[in-house]
C-alpha cells in the first residue's frame, strides 16, 4: 500500500480509502453488522488506514460500524466523517429513500453533531471533519468557520474540510472554498468517466496547499467491468433512480476502452 499525507498536515493516509456509505445504508446492498465489521478488518490487513463517512449515513450506523470493528481510539487509523445535516430532528424520522435533508449549522447543532459523532466513533477526537454537500453559505457564513476553530482549539477535531455534492458539479462552491475559506480537503467526484469539472479545482488546490479527496471512482461500479444490458438494481439501490441511458451509454463507453486491458488479466477498475 502507498501512503500520501495531507498537506499542510500530519495526516498520512493509505492512498485507497474505504467509504463506509456502501456498508451503513441499504443504497447498495444490504449488509449486516457482522458482514461490514468483517469487511472494514479485512481492509485494515490489507494495509487501509483511511476510513471516510458521515453522521448521515443511515443516522449514524456508518460511525458506529466503525467502533465495532476497531474499537475506541484504534493506532494508526485515521478517520474522516462530515456533519450538517439534521439527522436528529423530526424530518430524519420521516427520510424515504434517498430524500436529502435539511442543514443546520448553527453553533448548538454543530457542538452537539460533533460530540455524537464522537461518540459514535469512539474517538477523542476527529482526525478530518468535512462540512457534508456543502452549499455557497458555507462559504460566506463566517460563524461556521468560527465553530470549527473553537472545536480545534478544544481538541474536538484536528482538520477540516468539505465534501461537494451530491451531484457532480459545484463549480462555484469548490472554487470559493478554496479560495477564502482554510481547508486541509475537498472531496470531489473524480473517475475515468467522470473527469470534469473535479478536474477544474486541480490548480487551484495546489495554489492553497489542499488535499483532494476522490470519492466515486469506479463510477457508481460501471468501471468493474460487470454490468450488462440486461443488469437491474434492487428496489433500495441507489443506481435504480438512475435512467437507463446511464447504463446502456456507459457499457458503450466501457467498451471503447478495452484497448486499455487488452492481454492483461484485469478489467478496467481493477490493479
Not at 493509505?14 to 453488522?33: K, Q
Not at 429513500?97 to 453533531?113: M, S, T, W
Not at 477540516?160 to 470559493?176: F, S
Not at 488535499?211 to 441507489?238: I, Q, W
Amino acid at each position: 500500500m502507498k501512503f500520501r499525507t495531507f498537506p499542510g498536515t500530519d495526516l498520512t493516509v493509505s492512498e485507497v480509502g474505504f467509504g463506509v456509505w456502501t456498508l451503513a445504508t441499504n443504497w447498495w446492498g444490504e449488509h449486516t453488522d457482522e458482514e461490514a465489521v468483517a469487511m472494514l478488518r479485512r481492509a485494515r490487513e490489507l494495509g487501509i488506514n483511511f476510513f471516510d463517512t458521515a453522521d448521515t449515513y443511515a443516522n449514524g450506523r456508518g460511525e458506529t460500524l466503525l467502533q465495532m470493528a476497531f474499537g475506541k481510539n484504534p493506532d494508526g487509523l485515521v478517520y474522516a466523517t462530515k456533519f450538517g445535516y439534521d439527522i436528529y430532528g423530526e424530518r430524519a424520522e420521516e427520510r424515504r429513500g434517498q430524500q436529502e435533508l435539511p442543514h443546520r449549522f448553527d453553533r448548538e447543532f454543530v457542538r452537539f453533531a460533533c460530540e455524537q459523532s464522537l461518540q459514535r466513533l469512539g474517538v477523542d477526537c476527529i482526525p478530518l471533519w468535512q462540512i457534508h454537500n456543502a452549499r455557497m453559505n458555507g462559504v460566506f457564513e463566517d460563524e461556521i468557520w468560527e465553530i470549527l476553530d473553537e472545536l480545534k482549539a478544544e481538541g474536538k477535531i484536528l482538520h477540516a474540510g468539505v465534501a461537494l455534492g451530491p451531484a457532480n458539479g459545484w463549480i462555484a462552491e469548490g472554487l470559493g472554498f478554496l479560495r477564502h475559506r482554510p481547508l486541509s480537503s475537498m472531496q470531489i467526484i473524480y473517475n475515468l468517466f467522470e473527469q470534469w469539472p473535479g478536474n477544474s479545482f486541480y490548480e487551484t488546490a495546489r495554489e492553497k496547499n489542499v488535499g483532494l479527496l476522490v470519492r466515486v471512482p469506479h463510477s457508481s461500479g460501471m468501471l468493474e467491468g460487470r454490468y450488462t444490458s440486461e443488469t437491474t438494481f434492487g428496489p433500495n439501490d441507489h443506481r435504480r433512480h438512475r435512467p437507463r441511458s446511464w447504463l446502456l451509454n456507459g457499457i458503450e463507453k466501457l467498451k471503447s476502452l478495452e484497448f486499455l486491458t487488452e492481454n492483461r488479466d484485469v478489467t478496467i477498475g481493477q490493479q
